[in-house]
């Protein structure tokens, strides 16, 4: 930007009659320009900095905010943050006296249908408002401020688990939180609103498919009688643990109710990261010793294993009995890149581990592959519907069998049945426990549910697996992968990647590839600390193997090799968002 261009755009945002003399604009472009002002849409990334396009925040200047440059060469601008905040008058906005909540104490409302955690009502100007208004907004967002001609209605929900923290979460209704906005903006002139991206932390619905609800704790006039409640929360009742509720459906609560903690203020998330990360990949490694159990690549650890330790003979049965008899289910869809709600195919792939239990792996893991039945169902009202932009579709190339072309509104059907499959032992109609396999189940598990399918609602689903992850904890990385990587990594031959069928069959024969190549290294590291340990030299490690062990140990990559099995499904944190793959695959895994 030329220098008169900058000159005549800093008049032109603010006011013509604003003295601009003594700047030099030849030099604005060298010199630290501290405008101590931002916009609120900055959030956590607002650095302070300026830059070209903190130009455009002047605009929200007034003249006689603008005081004199202590060097020729700055601007400052006043915080005006430092005056005493005269607030608009909101009277008429105050004094809502809310309709009574037909509940007593510990019971459920059944008017009050959406939710807020309380931590978004006090919480909101450090997690959600820039630096400027975010100084105004605080002295309103104290407890005893958020009382001032103000009722809560208080409601109470406990964690569906017994492990990590017991107390309950305190929520309010959802239309009380709004108006409490609608109060501020008046006061500040501003425009509070549910922050973009985390609208669900605001709205939350629950009870879906016997899952707890929210209790009614009690009305709140004060900050003293606030206190005076959350102390005093009654114990859990039947139904507040979900017992009824389906393992996905629980699980899918959990996360949500743990989503309420994620939003950190700048400065305390690098505390924390670690320790999410670490957890996050130890649960990746268990999944993983879990899905060996699953295949029979493991058995379930009855005491300290002594060996022998030998790599599998793939040539060969196990020889042990796949754990569970379970079925898994591998899906993959695909989307129209011009209408993400147009899903055009959907890919199941299946293998029942009865089928697999004295069968050979096979070289390259053959004699498996080949149990594995696929189908390809193309949405015959999107039949049209051909990606091309962002990545070449294959729907016309579906390589295991013949494309099915079936109704939108039937293929949630189609989804029920295939994974709520019914047992043919036995008569009695019970259905074998499911495994769902995805690559990067984020997406699918959406596309499913604009399906009509509510995978949650499945009570024989046992887990979820993601060849994502697993790849991951193979390879040491953060970042993610692409499924034709994983399968170049494990010899597996692929083409037509982008066919919904291909994809899926894919998928579950990586699930396979990688349950195979980490057991293979497990035992035979395994087999290496138990030669150590006959020679005497068990406990004499190098000062890099023993640098390297404590970096694997705190980022969770260690899951105490043979002497663990994975234990039983329990909530899987979803995913972070997936850095771009570039790194290569790392050796040595500890599972």
């Not at 105050?94 to 309709?99: K, L």
């Not at 906005?181 to 932390?201: A, M, S, W």
């Not at 003293?224 to 009654?234: A, F, H, I, M, R």
Request: aromatic letters at 10%; a negative charge; hydrophobic letters at 35%.
């Amino acid at each position: 930007m030329e220098d008169e261009e900058f000159m005549q755009q800093l008049r032109n945002l603010t006011c013509q009659t604003v003295d601009w003399s003594g700047f030099d604009p030849s030099k604005w472009r060298d010199e630290d320009i501290d405008w101590n002002i931002s916009d609120d849409s900055k959030g956590e990334n607002d650095d302070g900095y300026a830059s070209d396009a903190s130009i455009l925040s002047v605009r929200h200047l007034d003249p006689s905010k603008v005081k004199p440059s202590t060097r020729p060469n700055q601007l400052r601008v006043e915080d005006v943050t430092d005056q005493v905040e005269e607030y608009r008058d909101a009277s008429d906005l105050e004094n809502t006296r809310w309709p009574a909540v037909s509940a007593k104490q510990g019971e459920h409302d059944p008017i009050t249908e959406l939710f807020t955690p309380w931590r978004m009502v006090q919480e909101y100007p450090n997690l959600f408002v820039g630096k400027r208004n975010g100084q105004r907004a605080r002295p309103l967002f104290t407890l005893e401020e958020l009382h001032e001609n103000r009722i809560w209605d208080l409601f109470y929900l406990y964690r569906p688990s017994n492990e990590g923290n017991k107390s309950p979460i305190i929520f309010v209704p959802t239309y009380q939180m709004q108006h409490l906005l609608d109060v501020i903006n008046r006061k500040l002139d501003v425009e509070f609103t549910f922050p973009r991206g985390h609208q669900d932390l605001f709205a939350m619905p629950f009870g879906q498919s016997n899952t707890a609800k929210p209790r009614f704790l009690g009305r709140s006039t004060s900050a003293q009688e606030w206190s005076q409640l959350t102390k005093n929360v009654p114990a859990r009742k039947p139904g507040d643990m979900s017992e009824k509720a389906p393992f996905l459906a629980k699980q899918e609560l959990t996360r949500r109710l743990q989503s309420i903690f994620s939003p950190q203020e700048k400065g305390k998330k690098n505390k924390n990261n670690q320790y999410k990360r670490s957890n996050l990949h130890r649960t990746w490694g268990k999944n993983v010793k879990r899905v060996q159990r699953y295949l029979g690549l493991r058995r379930k650890v009855q005491s300290i294993p002594e060996g022998p330790f030998t790599p599998l003979d793939l040539t060969q049965p196990t020889g042990i009995e796949p754990e569970k008899s379970v079925v898994f289910v591998a899906i993959d869809l695909e989307a129209y890149e011009l209408d993400q709600s147009m899903i055009t195919e959907v890919g199941l792939a299946i293998l029942d581990t009865a089928e697999i239990a004295n069968v050979a792996p096979g070289e390259g893991r053959k004699n498996w592959f080949d149990l594995i039945k696929a189908r390809h169902i193309r949405a015959k009202e999107f039949s049209w519907a051909q990606n091309h932009r962002h990545v070449q579709g294959r729907a016309e190339y579906f390589d295991f069998g013949e494309s099915e072309f079936i109704e939108v509104a039937k293929i949630a059907s189609v989804l029920k049945e295939t994974i709520e499959v019914k047992s043919s032992a036995g008569g009695d109609g019970a259905k074998r426990p499911v495994v769902l396999v995805f690559h990067d189940q984020s997406a699918d598990l959406k596309y499913i549910r604009m399906l009509g399918y509510d995978v949650a609602s499945a009570d024989n689903i046992l887990e979820v697996v993601d060849t994502r992850e697993m790849y991951q904890y193979l390879s040491r990385s953060n970042n993610a992968t692409k499924l034709s990587n994983v399968c170049g990594y494990l010899d597996i031959p692929w083409k037509n990647m982008h066919n919904a069928g291909n994809d899926a069959v894919y998928t579950l024969q990586a699930m396979i590839g990688l349950a195979i190549e980490m057991r293979q290294k497990s035992l035979k590291r395994a087999a290496v600390k138990a030669q150590k340990a006959e020679s005497g030299n068990e406990g004499y490690v190098t000062y890099s193997e023993f640098t390297e062990k404590k970096d694997d140990i705190d980022e969770g990559w260690v899951s105490s090799g043979e002497q663990t099995d994975g234990g039983e499904p329990t909530y899987v944190p979803e995913s972070p968002a997936p850095k771009p793959a570039h790194e290569t695959p790392g050796e040595d895994w500890e599972l």
